[in-house]
């Protein structure tokens, strides 16, 4: 089995992944607080970990991926009681909205889907035991985590908690013992939802319902929790002290976080009014060509989106569509499937690197540079093996629209022809140029004029 190094965020340092049981692989992917539609900055999250999944299921692992949803929150609530709707509808609506633009990228489903709502019992339980355990206090029909009885508080984030005040990272609350306690369970107001407790009619806390949820799912120590980089705190730190609180052992042995989505070198989000939802950015631009855009940047780094970004994107796509669109020769060409085989070892070296997708790319384009000087059949085989992992050839391309009919294409080809006859370049350049405003690309070739949707 293939060797694969991730970048660790818990030991500041790459390291070689080992799951904990031979060839399976537990992954929990911190998933949407329901209550909007999906933007770019989650877009950017789940195709990259759905290639990471891609990727590790390549290398010959058996891979169980768990993604929730926050069906039950601060934002839904207020969301909510502004549209008149019950929590449960307002959330039920977003998911699916969720399920029609993550797929549309190519983000497999995961194989479990599980939502806080419907693990009310199993949360209250964790709360229990944290209570009996000394590591919670109830205030008022609310539950809160002891971060001062927690020894390693601060080992994920490289935060000293005698450092951190109260902002907007610490959640502000007069009536905890210490500013850096976290809820564990919320006392419900009383026009909002809630759940009957020991402490009371209320919720769960942010943090408590990951917990529960990936453990139940996955087990007690997870190979792989990922996200977003804000995530890691608060929301990430907090998991792993109550995790560890509960049971003693290891909460995840990988923790992975990919970087944000930047507008103009400024993280993207929706307090700064300055993101872009899935459903808006299809409007102009293929899901194709922002799968490939999401991908082009080693999942670590930021990303910079703009318009010119995804468009460089859609040319470069078209490029590599029009190698299926080639006449291909099954005749065995040795020296080049010979190269094509080092070309794809080097891709899948580079992404054993700490999925080093802007390494792998550049091997990519130079197996479709290698195809289209073969059009060997093998090649187009090893391209398509790429893009197992990579997954963006068979989504939704750019819509070409041909703004001339067909016999009057023909009939300038033709007059073209008579211009280049005439030795009239002038003329002849003067209708390539027409074809071209008019989405038309011609191509000269030893068996004639060929011609394509631009």
């Not at 229990?128 to 020894?151: D, H, N």
Request: hydrophobic share 35%; proline share 3%.
């Amino acid at each position: 089995m293939r060797k694969i190094y991730f970048y660790n965020t818990l030991t500041k340092k790459k390291q070689e992944f080992i799951p904990l049981k031979k060839g399976k692989v537990g992954m929990y992917v911190c998933g949407i607080t329901p209550y909007d539609y999906t933007h770019l900055g989650h877009a950017r999250c789940y195709v990259v970990f759905d290639a990471i999944r891609r990727f590790m299921e390549r290398c010959g692992y058996s891979v169980k991926y768990v993604q929730n949803f926050t069906d039950i929150d601060d934002k839904i609530i207020e969301r909510g009681l502004l549209k008149n709707k019950d929590f449960a509808e307002l959330s039920g609506e977003f998911i699916e909205e969720y399920y029609n633009d993550i797929r549309r990228i190519g983000v497999r489903d995961a194989d479990i889907y599980p939502r806080v709502s419907g693990h009310i019992p199993d949360i209250i339980n964790a709360v229990k035991k944290l209570q009996e355990k000394g590591y919670a206090y109830e205030i008022s029909g609310s539950v809160y985590f002891r971060v001062s009885a927690f020894e390693a508080y601060g080992a994920l984030s490289g935060r000293n908690p005698e450092d951190l005040k109260p902002g907007s990272r610490v959640e502000v609350d007069v009536q905890k013992e210490r500013p850096l306690d976290f809820a564990l369970w919320k006392k419900s107001k009383e026009n909002e939802p809630g759940w009957v407790s020991p402490w009371g009619r209320g919720r769960p806390g942010w943090h408590i319902e990951c917990s529960v949820m990936s453990t139940k799912y996955i087990g007690e120590t997870l190979d792989i929790h990922a996200g977003g980089q804000d995530l890691i705190f608060p929301h990430h730190e907090n998991e792993v002290a109550q995790s560890v609180a509960l049971t003693g052992k290891m909460f995840s042995r990988f923790f992975l976080h990919n970087g944000f989505v930047t507008i103009n070198k400024e993280k993207m989000s929706k307090s700064l009014n300055n993101f872009f939802t899935l459903r808006d950015i299809y409007k102009k631009f293929s899901p194709q060509s922002v799968r490939f855009f999401l991908l082009s940047q080693h999942y670590r780094s930021p990303i910079d989106f703009s318009e010119e970004a995804l468009e460089d994107a859609e040319r470069s796509l078209e490029r590599i569509n029009r190698v299926f669109e080639e006449k291909i020769s099954d005749e065995k060409n040795e020296p080049a499937e010979s190269e094509a085989g080092k070309i794809y070892e080097s891709f899948m070296d580079d992404l054993s690197d700490d999925f080093n997708t802007s390494a792998a790319f550049s091997k990519f384009f130079a197996l479709v540079k290698l195809f289209n000087q073969t059009k060997s059949a093998a090649i187009l085989r090893k391209i398509e093996d790429m893009d197992k992992i990579l997954g963006f050839l068979k989504l939704e391309k750019k819509e070409k629209k041909l703004l001339i009919s067909e016999e009057e294409i023909k009939r300038l080809i033709k007059k073209r022809a008579e211009s280049r006859n005439a030795r009239d370049y002038a003329s002849a350049d003067r209708i390539r140029v027409e074809l071209l405003e008019k989405g038309v690309i011609l191509e000269d070739t030893p068996s004639g004029v060929k011609w394509r949707l631009r």
